[in-house]
């Protein structure tokens, strides 16, 4: 028995895991990753809906599928196998010098977030002083709250601002944040394409996307393969381990970083303006230095 629960806190640590990288799961998908019968699969989005993950679902034809964000104030997959109650042994291992997970998400006010999620259930407009940088703050008027999302460790709102353009603010930059009467109507097509494209803070759903194509030779495809949350249009690979790559992206910083970390590994094919981009901030690295 005692193996048993052990193995389920196990799948349950890991399945939180994977939905809070991105990944939407079925119960068909469940069932297959952890080797379940149907029905066991089924009470697996309910047992973390019962420690207070914030489960979301939709419907893809006759499938449901899930996908959860870490509940408010949980810093770790550890938090939430705390609040799962069921055993002790896997936790303490993951605290052992055996065991090393390294999230680095930053602490947050609580009693922000739960001001924050009232107004998005809600739908109600915001009134926020934010501190736009150090020493100057700045009143945002009939904001529009959209989702709490955690981009890299930091915690941000992404809102529409008073002319509905599209805004992420750094939650620990809010100084006050009051909660207004106002009401807004926001299309639910809208909230899921934002789910599904932005993996990372850049990502702009009223921008107009383009495609890139990378060529990444063998050292930087076998790491590639490993990212949860980058989900590419198109993957190639080849007989040599190198791969070619296309994804959809809306701002260039969405994928800059990951260019620059693993350069001399990693060529752009197209297009040719964020190549002259890349070039521009080598060359620019090179001039200041001097």
């Known amino acids: 028995m005692k193996t048993n629960i052990i193995q389920l806190l196990t799948n349950l640590l890991d399945l939180t895991q994977r939905l809070y990288n991105g990944e939407q799961l079925s119960v068909k998908d469940i069932a297959e990753i ?3 019968n149907y029905r066991t699969a089924q009470r697996y989005p309910k047992y973390l809906e019962q420690a207070g993950v914030n489960i979301s679902k939709k419907k893809e ?16 997959i550890v938090d939430v196998a705390k609040k799962l109650n069921l055993s002790i042994p896997i936790i303490d291992k993951l605290k052992t010098s055996v065991y090393y997970s390294k999230l680095d998400i930053e602490k947050v006010d609580l009693n922000k977030l739960e001001v924050l999620e009232d107004a ?7 009134e926020i002083i934010y501190e736009e940088f150090e020493g100057y703050e700045s009143k945002l008027t009939d904001v529009k709250p959209l989702k709490i999302a955690n981009f890299e460790g930091y915690w941000y709102l992404l ?5 509905d353009e599209y805004r992420r603010y750094h939650i620990n930059s809010m100084k006050n944040i009051k909660i207004l009467e106002d009401t807004f109507f926001i299309d639910d097509e809208f909230l899921d394409k934002i789910n599904k494209k932005a993996v990372n803070v850049w990502y702009d759903p009223f921008k107009e996307p383009y495609l890139v194509e990378l060529y990444l030779d063998k050292v930087v495809t076998k ?34 970083p990951f260019i620059l970390r693993w350069i001399p590994h990693v060529k752009i094919i197209s297009p040719q303006k964020l190549e002259k981009e890349v070039l521009n901030k080598i060359e620019k690295y090179f001039i200041d230095i001097k």
């Open 61 to 76: 034809g006759k499938k449901v599928i899930y996908y959860v964000k870490l509940p408010a104030g949980a810093e770790s």
């Open 120 to 126: 998005i259930k809600n739908k109600n407009k915001l």
């Open 34 to 36: 952890y080797n379940l």
């Open 159 to 163: 809102a529409l601002n008073y002319k």
């Open 223 to 256: 790491y590639f393969k490993r990212l949860p949350s980058f989900k590419p249009l198109h993957f190639k690979e080849e007989r040599d381990g190198s791969s070619i790559v296309i994804t959809e992206i809306t701002d260039e910083m969405e994928i800059l």
